[in-house]
């Protein structure tokens, strides 16, 4: 009953910027952890970027210092926001958001969005 819905992939310059949106709505008492994931054919799906409730986060290392994630608590929303974009991030984007529908659903979901997809090349 929860659905993620992502946003905001496209095709950008090498050094440019772009800003991914993932909503989840619902079945939800509450939302903890939300990230970023990308995958490219052929390879494992990785993480990009996640978040705690409490603003804590996490970056992998070919992320970090370029890119910024952010949520929005009341509205179930998190954003990426992608600067000094290279061609290696080429990727389709996952949003990962991990849900409690307490006490419909014991413990905790993890739920995906369908993915978006991000192209940088010249």
């Known amino acids: 009953q929860v659905q993620v819905v992502e946003s905001g992939g496209g095709l950008v310059q090498p050094g440019g910027s772009l800003i991914l949106s993932c909503a989840a709505s619902g079945n939800i008492f509450s939302v903890t952890t939300m990230g970023w994931y990308r995958q490219t054919p052929g390879q494992q799906r990785e993480l990009v970027a996640s978040?705690?409730?409490?603003?804590?986060?996490n970056y992998a290392a070919s992320a970090e210092g370029r890119f910024t994630i952010s949520r929005d608590n009341a509205k179930n929303t998190v954003y990426l926001q992608m600067n000094s974009l290279k061609p290696d991030d080429t990727a389709v984007y996952y949003c990962n958001v991990q849900v409690i529908s307490y006490p419909i659903e014991p413990g905790v979901t993890s739920y995906w969005g369908q993915g978006t997809q991000v192209t940088v090349s010249s």
């Open positions: 978040i705690n409730r409490g603003g804590n986060t």
